[in-house]
């Protein structure tokens, strides 16, 4: 992890600003490293160090970010007075920890401690670090949730998966196949917490009992197919050789803003233009628009499935058998459900749901956008109901102001993505 110090600035601070205001010492997340953050640090470490996070220091606020402390029992230990210490309950232990006995504590036993907070965060950018971190926070607390890997980006960075229920429908969610329209990926991450903590409590989720829904589904879910991308976006790229590559690849398209307007993988691969589902048409309208070479955003590449990203979630769908997809995007505030003259069994109808839960409009594709997606081969190949859902108004990428209004608009259709179909 890298080192910050006073007057440092951008999206790492912002982590340091969460972790800070979590373990409950106020400062404003700016994402500036001022003297507010750095009062606010000194007292975290009670006076013992200055205005410098080193791995140390990490090491220490990171459990306020993933949201649990890991505990080792000693001689004498309850979980009662676990709970008591690190002002957690005892059914938030109880639940993160299925195979421990209360009443037989083994000295030395390693206990995971929920923290009294929501896990996923939704006022600071996102990056594959954040989505690593906070996925971990939910395994952690939620261990009936499974997490897996789809393959890696072009650098190399895993491309993570969430799966929760084991009913006989499947269906699949994904976010951030364009890199700055990452502001989705929370939005499916909230949704799974308050998912897993709804079945942990035996509650229901948006009015349908939890537990049934874990029962008749299996919900899949790929938060961010675009690690590379949204850490270019964000200020938060690993690598100075791909960050210069971007930089050549920009240089290219001077009227796109950067890096807020970089849409595509790390390569300038648009990876929402990869699936064969008309891709030579596609390449014949990004190819007159101008979007001849790798770039920002809207290159189709050199043939479908040659970015990693987009072979992943390809191979990922072809392995399971999913009834009903949503692929979210920004912005519009409205849903396409449509490709060509496929017309999947239901797929209007719960599109219609869809619109009337959440107030977005109804759509077909627009002829400019109409082949080469996603949703466009899933429809095609299974001719079952798939939407690509555009949140948000605005340019992108959409300020996090917006988030709230965003996740009241669709939670119900997270919700129905399952229970429709």
């Known amino acids: 992890m890298r080192n910050?110090?006073?007057?440092?600035?951008?999206?790492?601070?912002?982590?340091?600003q969460l972790a800070l205001n979590r373990a409950g010492y106020p400062n404003k997340i700016d994402g500036v490293f001022g003297d507010e953050t750095c009062e606010a640090l000194r007292a975290f470490q009670r006076g013992e160090g200055g205005c410098e996070v080193n791995n140390r220091v990490w090491q220490r606020l990171l459990p306020y970010i993933k949201g649990y402390q890991t505990h080792?029992?000693?001689?004498?230990?309850?979980l009662w007075k676990i709970a008591a210490e690190y002002n957690s309950t005892l059914p938030l232990i109880m639940a993160a920890n299925p195979m421990v006995s209360p009443t037989n504590l083994e000295v030395g036993m390693p206990v995971k401690v929920p923290l009294q907070m929501k896990i996923t965060p939704t006022d600071v950018p996102y990056s594959s670090l954040l989505l690593e971190w906070v996925i971990d926070g939910l395994m952690a607390r939620y261990p009936f949730v499974e997490q897996g890997n789809i393959g890696d980006s072009v650098m190399g960075k895993e491309i993570p998966y969430l799966k929760i229920g084991n009913g006989d429908k499947q269906v699949f969610y994904n976010a951030s196949f364009h890199a700055n329209e990452w502001i989705n990926t929370p939005m499916l991450l909230k949704f799974v917490e308050e998912y897993a903590q709804a079945f942990a409590t035996n509650r229901d989720l948006y009015g349908v009992n939890a537990r049934r829904l874990f029962r008749e589904y299996e919900l899949y879910l790929v938060p961010?197919?675009?690690?590379?991308?949204?850490?270019?976006?964000?200020?938060?790229l690993d690598s100075e050789k791909y960050y210069q590559q971007a930089v050549a690849i920009?240089?290219?398209?001077?009227?796109?803003?950067?890096?807020?307007?970089?849409?595509?993988?790390?390569d300038g691969v648009d990876l929402n233009l990869q699936y064969p589902a008309g891709w030579e048409q596609a390449r014949e309208t990004k190819f007159q628009q101008g979007y001849t070479s790798p770039?920002?955003?809207?290159f189709v590449g050199t043939a479908p499935l040659t970015a990693p990203e987009s072979r992943a979630v390809y191979e990922f769908t072809k392995y399971h058998d999913f009834q009903l997809i949503l692929a979210y995007h920004t912005q519009g505030e409205v849903i396409y459900w449509k490709y060509l003259n496929y017309n999947p069994k239901n797929a209007l109808e719960i599109g219609e749901y869809f619109s009337k839960v959440s107030g977005y409009a109804l759509e077909e594709t627009p002829t400019e956008s109409a082949y080469a997606g996603y949703k466009d081969w899933f429809i095609m190949t299974y001719n079952r109901p798939g939407y690509t859902i555009e949140t948000g108004m605005g340019e992108s990428p959409l300020p996090l102001s917006q988030f709230d209004r965003i996740y009241q608009d669709n939670h119900e259709i997270l919700l129905g993505g399952m229970t429709q179909i």
């Open 4 to 16: 910050l110090n006073a007057g440092d600035e951008g999206t790492l601070v912002q982590y340091l």
């Open 250 to 266: 920009a240089r290219n398209y001077p009227q796109i803003p950067f890096p807020s307007g970089w849409k595509a993988n790390i």
């Open 295 to 298: 770039a920002p955003r809207d």
């Open 224 to 236: 961010m197919v675009n690690p590379d991308g949204v850490d270019l976006v964000n200020g938060m």
């Open 72 to 78: 080792v029992i000693k001689r004498g230990d309850t």
